[in-house]
Every structure is written in C-alpha cells, then in structure tokens.
C-alpha cells in the first residue's frame, strides 16, 4: 500500500464546475500537507500547503485536511480550461530532511 | 529569471553510456533534492542535500551518484545507464528556514536510453 492514495482519473468536468480531488495518507506522523500542479512537459507548480486540520483558502483553491480520517482535499471554484492539468497532492515529515511522499497524481480536464 | 533550472532539457542516448544532469537554483535556498517521475507520472523522491551535505538517500542504485559543489548547485551522474533509468528527472529546493519543507520544481529532465 502507497502512503498516499490518489485516484488517477481522468476527471473531465464543464467549465465553471466545482472540482473536488482527494487523497488519503496512512501515516498519522505526516505534518504537513501540500498540492502541486504539474502541466504537461512541465516541473510542478506549489499551490498550497497546509499543517493540521481545517481549511486554507487561497483565490478560486481551497485545500482541506481531515487529519482523524486522514484524508486531504483540494476544492477549485469556477473551474476553467487553464486549470486542466495533474493535481499531486504530497505529505511532509518535518526534520529528517523534509522528505516529500506524493500522490499518483489526478489528471483533471476542464473542458469549454 | 528562472528559480530553478536544470540542462539539459532533454537527453537521448544509449545503455551504457555515463551521463551527468545539472541543477542551479538562485533562490537561496539551503536545501536541494533530486526526483524521479517515472512514465506513470509517480514522483519519488531520490537525494537530498543541505548546504552540500547529503541528508537522504534513497533506495538508489549506486550508478546514481549526486554531488553539490556549492549550496546552488546539485549535479546528477549516472553510470552504466539503463533501459529503465528512463524517465524524467526532477531537481528541486526548499528553504531551510521554512517549517513546511515545501519545495520548488525544476522544469526537468527528459531522459531517454536506448
């Protein structure tokens, strides 16, 4: 078993949708929490991070932890066509080098 | 100007052969990082060093060796290249100061062996 689990997709949705992207962790020692944006042929982009439970909202983004059930979401409001792209989302322990784990990784579609 | 940059940006060439990538980052950071992306798009993370000393290695074949001559800089050499060592290689760093870790991307490295 990953240590992150996120669903591939693909995930097409219409243009000003609410898209919701998720993963789940398995270790509770995991600190902080952080989604990338990797555009095709491109290095990823840090969108938001987040540490412990609760919500960060940043623009049309919104990244939300659950730390009981270990589960980290990325909300994205009026989608559009620029934010078609693979979401990673990545977990953190602190010290030891700051070793990111990512997620496989959504390949979301915004289409027109 | 680009924050972190790595040459080249793509690299063919046969097994065998011994090939190093580059990695500069003028950001100032303490803390740079090597990853792989395999072709499923899977990121795992390789090498980390702070301020030129290695602080985690991986489960990498020794053919991988990293060397930062400087605090900016993080080389990737590979020896005896294999069919599977294709993939794209990602350089990255963070600031040590931050408590997050979090870490900025290069744009890659596209590697091919044939």
């Known amino acids: 078993q990953k240590e992150v689990e996120q669903d591939p997709g693909p995930l097409s949705v219409p243009e000003g949708a609410i898209v919701s992207l998720n993963c789940t962790y398995s270790?509770?020692?995991?600190?902080?929490f952080m989604w990338y944006r990797q555009y095709s042929r491109k290095g990823p982009e840090l969108l938001m991070y987040?540490?412990?439970?609760g919500n960060k909202e940043d623009g049309r983004f919104t990244a939300q932890v659950d730390k009981s059930s270990k589960y980290i979401s990325l909300f994205i409001r009026d989608s559009q066509p620029s934010d078609s792209a693979t979401y990673l989302c990545?977990?953190?322990?602190?010290?030891?080098?700051?070793?990111?784990?990512f997620g496989t990784g959504t390949q979301l579609k915004v289409e027109l | 100007d680009t924050a972190v940059s790595q040459t080249p940006k793509y690299l063919v060439t046969q097994m065998g052969n011994d090939k190093s990538i580059k990695c500069e980052q003028n950001?100032?950071?303490?803390?740079m990082y090597w990853y792989k992306q395999d072709s499923k798009k899977f990121l795992k993370i390789m090498f980390s060093?702070?301020?030129?000393?290695?602080?985690i290695n991986e489960t990498v074949p020794n053919r991988f060796s990293p060397k930062s001559p400087d605090k900016a800089h993080l080389n990737l050499h590979i020896n005896s290249l294999e069919l599977g060592d294709s993939a794209v290689y990602f350089c990255?760093?963070?600031?040590?100061?931050?408590?997050?870790?979090?870490?900025?991307f290069g744009p890659g490295t596209r590697l091919t062996v044939t």
């Open positions: 990255a760093s963070s600031p040590r100061a931050s408590p997050s870790g979090e870490q900025y």
């Open positions: 270790n509770s020692a995991f600190q902080y």
């Open positions: 987040t540490y412990s439970s």
């Open positions: 990545a977990t953190i322990l602190t010290g030891g080098g700051n070793k990111l784990t």
């Open positions: 950001l100032g950071h303490d803390t």
């Open positions: 060093y702070n301020n030129k000393e290695l602080i």
